[in-house]
Nanobody, 120 residues
C-alpha cells in the first residue's frame, strides 16, 4: 500500500519561505513512471496544481507559481519537497502531495494534506 505523508510548519510569516516535505512509503519515488506532485487548496477555492518531480528527477512547474517555487527530492529517504518563497496570506491553504501516473497524469494516491496558514 502506497502512503504519502506531508510534514512541515503549520504557520509561516508573510515574506518567509514555506517548506514542506512529503515522505513516501510503499513505493519508490524513482520508480517508473510516476510523477510526484504538490497540490494545494485555499479555503473556499478549488485545487491548484503547483508542480511535480518526475521519477527521473525532472521538474514540472505551474507557470503562475514558477518564480516562487522550488522542488527537490531526497532519494535515500524517499522524500520530495516543496519550497514556496515570499509567501502572502493568499498562500494559506491545505497542501497535498500526491502521485500521478506519468503517461496519463491520473492521480492514484494522495497524502492527507497539511494546513499551512500565512499570518504575522
Amino acid at each position: 500500500q502506497v502512503q504519502l505523508q506531508e510534514s512541515g510548519p503549520g504557520l509561516v510569516k508573510p515574506s518567509q519561505t514555506l517548506s514542506l516535505t512529503c515522505t513516501v512509503s510503499g513505493a519508490s519515488i524513482t520508480a517508473n513512471y510516476y510523477y510526484w506532485s504538490w497540490i494545494r487548496q485555499p479555503p473556499g477555492k478549488g485545487l491548484e496544481w503547483m508542480g511535480a518531480k518526475t521519477f527521473r528527477g525532472s521538474t514540472y512547474y505551474n507557470p503562475s507559481l514558477e518564480s516562487r517555487t522550488s522542488f527537490s527530492r531526497i532519494t535515500h529517504k524517499n522524500q520530495f519537497t516543496l519550497q514556496l518563497s515570499s509567501v502572502t496570506p493568499e498562500d494559506t491553504a491545505v497542501y497535498y502531495c500526491a502521485r500521478a501516473e506519468g503517461n496519463s497524469w491520473s492521480y492514484d494516491y494522495w497524502g492527507q494534506g497539511t494546513q499551512v496558514t500565512v499570518s504575522s
